[in-house]
Nanobody
Framework: QVQLVESGGGLVQVGDSLRLSCAAS????????VAWFRQAPGKEREFVAA????????FYADSVKGRFALSRNNAKNTVYLQMNSLKPEDTGVYYC????????????????WGQGTQVTVSS
């Protein structure tokens, strides 16, 4: 079992930065790939980024490539999503999710989810 807790969301202006954290509890977190998804009001949940269990491989949605950076510290059981040059379309609830083994850009592949953290980008 893995429990995930997101933090770091907030209200920012266009062009600002935020760093989200996903803190995990439970054994063998370093065996899990972790992804971030987001959901805007009235829209489907969408994939944002994922990192391999080792942290050596990352994958990003085209909409955030070059602006967002994902990293993890397995010693601290934490994954970080650095978000730069934020845009209004980045607004939504951001969820981290974990799955054993490889990462995927599909929410159905993830077994564990956090409760989400709100990110609002104001123009």
């Amino acid at each position: 079992q893995v429990q995930l807790v997101e933090s770091g969301g907030g209200l920012v202006q266009v062009g600002d930065s935020l760093r989200l954290s996903c803190a995990a509890s439970g054994r063998s977190f370093s065996s899990y790939a972790v992804a971030w998804f987001r959901q805007a009001p009235g829209k489907e949940r969408e994939f944002v980024a994922a990192v391999s269990w080792s942290g050596t491989s990352t994958f990003y949605a085209d909409s955030v490539k070059g602006r967002f950076a994902l990293s993890r510290n397995n010693a601290k059981n934490t994954v970080y999503l650095q978000m730069n040059s934020l845009k209004p379309e980045d607004t939504g609830v951001y969820y981290c999710a974990a799955t054993l083994g490889s990462y995927y850009p599909y929410s159905d592949e993830y077994d564990y989810w956090g409760q989400g953290t709100q990110v609002t980008v104001s123009s």
